[in-house]
């Protein structure tokens, strides 16, 4: 990460201000303030219904904020804008969800070269080839052909980050994407987030794998109740938790 460039533009790729989120009469983000530096992997544990996957689907307008604002590269995310717009914007946001959503009626290769080819107007043949140089990216170069049925969830989370990729996003969310997952398949998906995160690609992650937090990730946020109560570098975070319901909450992990 270059700190020495003085404008903001250039180190930040994400600022969350003063952002909350209700539904109805329920909180569930209070005050967040946080921010995501260019080529920074900052990962988003706490315990189930802590507002984590709320949060992250903000960054790209998946949910509508109550109150404060949400800056992508210097852009207003929450501003008022047509729907070309809003999609052009996502188009720069790469998101990665729990369940795969690929279309079962299209082949691997097709899924991936999809969106560039509508949303991009990339020319079909192009596509089609950087979809193969990305579905080879995720150990995924021969099953260009098949169908998403004939994959397992592991290969399917694959070809899904694939597909995110294509559109060259300089910015890629993923939330809980080893979640749907079975124990043995969850490497093979973890090991290919480590691969984005080494290029530098800057990526804002909810997941409750722990072990890609304290090797991957630059910063952890720790969200409880709609708030983030510790935001710290992984060794301090595991070693030397400050706020008593991280400590309890890593207790637990350990236990």
């Not at 250039?10 to 201000?17: F, L, V």
Request: proline residues 6%; hydrophobic residues 40%.
């Amino acid at each position: 990460m270059n700190t020495s460039v003085p404008e903001q533009l250039d180190t930040q790729a994400i600022r969350i201000s003063d952002v909350c989120k209700s539904y109805g009469d329920f909180p569930v983000l209070k005050n967040i303030n946080a921010e995501v530096a260019r080529g920074e992997v900052v990962v988003i544990c706490g315990p189930s219904g802590s507002g984590k996957s709320t949060l992250i689907r903000t960054v790209n307008r998946l949910e509508e904020i109550s109150r404060g604002g949400i800056t992508f590269e210097g852009q207003n995310i929450h501003a008022a804008m047509r729907a070309s717009e809003l999609n052009k914007l996502r188009s720069r946001i790469g998101f990665v969800f729990q369940s795969f959503n690929l279309f079962p009626h299209l082949s691997v290769v097709e899924n991936v070269s999809m969106s560039p080819i509508r949303v991009k107007g990339l020319a079909p043949d192009v596509a089609h080839d950087r979809a193969l140089k990305l579905l080879d990216r995720v150990g995924l170069a021969d099953k260009a052909k098949a169908y998403p049925g004939q994959l397992s969830g592991g290969q399917q989370q694959r070809v899904a980050i694939a597909r995110a990729l294509a559109m060259e996003p300089p910015v890629m969310l993923f939330d809980e994407p080893t979640s749907a997952l079975d124990p043995e398949m969850v490497g093979e998906v973890l090991n290919v987030m480590k691969s984005l995160a080494a290029d530098g690609m800057t990526m804002l992650c909810v997941t409750h794998e722990m072990g890609f937090a304290r090797d991957v990730a630059d910063r952890i946020w720790f969200i409880d109740a709609g708030e983030i109560l510790e935001s710290a570098p992984p060794e301090e975070f595991f070693k030397n938790p400050r706020h008593p319901r991280a400590q309890r909450f890593l207790a637990d992990l350990r236990h």
